[in-house]
């Protein structure tokens, strides 16, 4: 029985972001199990491309910085998403502070 592949996490970079949006097509048709973006060089926009560039394989955040957007901005994004990629896109956002952590999917 063959293995499944893991999902994989990519970070696209200034500089580099069109030939990331390439190796997310390879990765989709090498059949990984999902793609996921480190909260690094705005991983919501990244997913926001993945779901216009990919057709089946899941994506979504690592953990997106809820501090960095309004509360809106981030659910209207999260949205576009989920429409634009059929239901394949996951975001996790979180609140770390010395005093608390808070995440929620």
Not at 32 to 40: D, K, L, N, T
Request: proline share 5%; glycine share 6%.
């Amino acid at each position: 029985m063959p293995q499944q592949l893991p999902a994989v996490s990519l970070v696209a970079v200034p500089g580099r972001r069109r030939a990331t949006l390439e190796v997310a097509r390879e990765i989709e048709r090498r059949g990984f199990a999902g793609i996921y973006a480190p909260s690094v060089f705005s991983n919501m926009s990244l997913c926001e491309a993945l779901a216009h560039v990919t057709e089946r394989i899941v994506f979504g955040t690592s953990i997106a910085p809820i501090y960095a957007r309004t509360v809106g901005d981030f659910a209207q994004s999260a949205a576009f998403m989920h429409e634009v990629s059929g239901g394949a896109s996951v975001s996790a956002s979180a609140s770390v502070t010395r005093r608390r952590t808070c995440a929620w999917a």
